[in-house]
């Protein structure tokens, strides 16, 4: 008998599975690792002001403090380098634009998350930054796919991973416990994106589909450049520049289109040449509300879910994973504000 049984081990499931762990709980993840899930192509980006009209992220500072303890927690425990906090540097477009944030950074609510602003150009040599620009803080990025990989060698150790494909049809569950094949569990929770399962068919997890390029510069950038896309140091001396947004063409490859607005959007940034090495696509698995979903199934206490990260898995797993272990452990409620029951008018009518 274990606990808890986890479908999926992108972000969402990997950060669950830590926590449970660390609660002295017994799980078991079934995961098939693939290239184009959300978490392999994320940017890994942590950002607390982030959009074009430049807003404070929902529940920064908790967030925020959970991830720069939860990441480098993980780090010293598995000896393994994946945490890289570095300022972000975000150019202005306008003097409009650079007074708005002189007056933005009067504000107590907003002088934790700036750590300077300049009024004329700082990083000329780097970026189009004639009107000066924002250093915010704190941001930095996580190298997703170490993570994940790091994550998984030490569940393998601890007999708690397979490499399976979820079959739906051997599910059994009763008010007590889940049966999967020869694994019992008190729970079985879902971090499966956007794969669609028959149990979960009505939450409405919807796919945002991104493209990133992978460039090759010269010359090392001194910050994360970040104006229309994202400049982040991925392998040696190559960076990831993201992304793109697109509701309606989910199409499963790679487009010219995608590639052409992301390198406008780069040499308007970057005043530094690069070459396209790498494109990749993957599909964000979004909410209709923009918040997580957690919680139980309407018809069952213990098939549990655990999605809706969407553009900012990140930021949102490390604490959203501590708050479903402490629900599942009975240590908490759910917060209304995330909680998959919002939806039950949606989803119980299928
Ligand atoms: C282009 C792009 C750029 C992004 N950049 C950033 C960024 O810079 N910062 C940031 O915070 N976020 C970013 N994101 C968003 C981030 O990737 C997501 O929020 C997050 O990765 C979602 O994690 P997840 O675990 O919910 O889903 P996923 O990563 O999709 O993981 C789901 C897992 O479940 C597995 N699975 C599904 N069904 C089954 C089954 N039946 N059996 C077994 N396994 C199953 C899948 O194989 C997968 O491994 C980006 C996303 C994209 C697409």
Redesign the pocket.
């Known amino acids: 008998m274990i606990d808890y049984l986890i479908?999926?081990?992108?972000?969402?499931?990997s950060c669950l599975a830590w926590q449970l762990l660390q609660r002295g709980k017994r799980v078991l993840v079934?995961?098939?690792?693939?290239n184009n899930?959300?978490?392999m192509?994320?940017?890994?980006?942590?950002n607390p002001i982030t959009g074009k009209l430049m807003t404070r992220t929902w529940m920064a500072e908790t967030l925020f403090s959970t991830l720069f303890d939860f990441y480098p927690q993980v780090e010293r425990t598995l000896n393994e380098k994946f945490f890289f906090p570095m300022p972000l540097y975000r150019p202005f477009l306008s003097v409009q634009e650079q007074n708005e944030w002189m007056g933005h950074s009067a504000q107590p609510e907003n002088q934790k998350f700036i750590d300077r602003i300049h009024t004329t150009s700082a990083y000329g040599d780097q970026a189009h930054d004639s009107f000066g620009g924002i250093v915010i803080k704190p941001c930095g990025f996580v190298d997703v796919p170490v993570f994940l990989q790091t994550v998984r060698s030490f569940l393998v150790q601890q007999n708690a991973f397979i490499e399976e494909?979820?079959d739906e049809t051997q599910l059994r569950h009763s008010p007590t416990e889940v049966t999967y094949k020869q694994w019992k569990a008190s729970a079985i929770i879902f971090?499966?994106?956007?794969?669609k399962?028959n149990l979960w068919k009505a939450a409405p997890v919807k796919p945002l589909k991104?493209?990133?390029l992978t460039i090759k510069l010269d010359q090392k950038p001194k910050l994360i450049y970040n104006r229309g896309v994202y400049v982040v140091p991925g392998k040696e001396n190559l960076y990831k520049v993201?992304?793109t947004y697109e509701t309606q063409n989910l199409s499963e490859s790679i487009t010219e289109a995608a590639k052409l607005e992301l390198s406008a959007r780069t040499r308007k940034l970057l005043t530094l040449s690069f070459e396209i090495v790498d494109q990749n696509w993957?599909?964000?698995?979004t909410s209709p509300d923009r918040r997580p979903m957690l919680g139980h199934h309407p018809d069952s206490k213990n098939v549990v879910i655990f999605?809706g990260?969407?553009?900012?898995?990140?930021?949102l797993a490390p604490y959203f994973s501590a708050h479903l272990a402490n629900w599942l452990t009975g240590a908490a409620e759910i917060m209304p504000t995330v909680n998959i029951n919002r939806f039950k008018a949606l989803y119980s009518k299928s």
């Open positions: 479908v999926g081990q992108g972000l969402a499931g079934l995961d098939v690792p693939g899930r959300s978490s192509i994320a940017a890994g980006l942590f494909w979820f971090c499966t994106g956007t794969s399962t991104g493209e990133t993201g992304a993957g599909l964000r698995p999605n990260l969407g553009t900012k898995g990140v930021s």
